[in-house]
């Protein structure tokens, strides 16, 4: 059975820092895109950033870049995200993917993602 579990959400003041981890269990993804997707209440869930198989592309939603860091481990199976300089619009609830397929690229389209964790909520206060 395939899980995707993360970690490291939280409450942090503006301005502040949170790492979020995904640790993947039950099949190897070193092949496959993964990323961060995030939902706020009442909004469409949208993609953060993402990471190719290999590590050596990232892309990110343009309001995050130059903020936060996405990077894998494939030896460990992870997948994290170092987000700092956090604003209150970056409240959400953050979810770790995996694309369907390996060799993709990073694609930013949701439905490419089959494999999806519960959620870590983050909330930034002002």
């Known amino acids: 059975q395939v899980q995707l579990v993360e970690s490291g959400g939280g409450l942090v003041q503006a301005g502040g820092s949170l790492r979020l981890s995904c640790a993947a269990s039950g099949r190897t993804f070193s092949s496959h895109a993964m990323g961060w997707f995030r939902q706020a209440p009442g909004k469409e869930r949208e993609f953060v950033a993402l990471?190719?198989?290999?590590?050596?592309?990232?892309t990110y939603t343009e309001s995050v870049k130059g903020r936060f860091a996405i990077s894998r481990d494939n030896a460990k199976n992870a997948v994290y995200l170092q987000m700092n300089s956090l604003k209150p619009e970056d409240t959400a609830v953050y979810s770790c993917?995996?694309?369907?397929?390996?060799?993709?690229?990073?694609?930013?389209?949701?439905?490419?993602?089959?494999?999806w964790g519960q959620g870590t909520q983050v909330t930034v206060s002002s």
């Open positions: 990471i190719s198989g290999s590590g050596g592309t990232t």
């Open positions: 993917a995996a694309a369907a397929s390996p060799f993709m690229g990073v694609p930013t389209t949701t439905g490419l993602y089959r494999y």
